[in-house]
């Protein structure tokens, strides 16, 4: 259970906290100064569900993918320095490409890039279930992957860009802190 709380600070900006127990300990989420009651009651029930996912290691709803896709970066490091995202035990690969496509990163792509990572998202799910939980991924799925592109007669450097693009988004989530690893490196 999280309690929100509205605190004053010295320019009488009023600012919210959300306070939680996780293994015995009290920790405190401070929410930006954009967050007005409903947004910071709307953090704090999905900070719970967060909990939960951690706590049981299940996979977050549908809901609660959808408000971390949303959430900026500040707030997505804070959670992550929480111990609330640090780990890929919750996220399946279609949440990891879902959160790519509204990543910065993929929205700054030109059209040409943006298309072949969608022919390449194509190409990966026809392999890989979209629920899959990232951590139970292997290097020799990736293997596999790679093969059953070659048996489709693509060719080598088409399944080498198909690679790399798949490197390079799971590198992303690494780096926004989505994963701890995963097996196309």
């Keep these: 259970m999280a309690t929100l709380n509205r605190k004053k600070n010295k320019n009488g900006n009023i600012r919210y906290e959300i306070q939680f127990r996780q293994n015995g300990e009290r920790r405190t989420l401070t929410l930006g100064a954009k967050y007005d009651e409903r947004n910071a009651e709307l953090a704090k029930i999905n900070v719970e569900a967060l ?17 971390l896709g949303e959430i900026d970066d500040v707030l997505r490091n804070r959670l992550a320095e929480l111990d609330l995202l640090t780990t890929s035990k919750c996220l399946t690969h279609g949440d990891v490409w879902r959160r790519f496509y509204i990543s910065p990163r993929f929205v700054r792509m030109a059209p040409n890039t943006t298309r072949n990572y969608r022919g390449v998202a194509t190409r990966f799910f026809e392999f890989f279930d979209e629920n899959q939980l990232v951590e139970h991924a292997t290097k020799a799925d990736a293997e596999e992957w790679r093969l059953s592109l070659l048996d489709k007669r ?5 399944v080498a860009g198909a690679i790399k693009c798949v490197r390079s988004i799971y590198n992303w989530a690494v780096d926004a802190r989505l994963i701890s690893e995963h097996p196309f490196n």
């Design 154 to 158: 693509y060719a080598e450097a088409t």
């Design 51 to 67: 909990l939960e996912c951690v706590q049981t290691r299940a996979r977050p709803s549908a809901t609660l993918a959808a408000w």
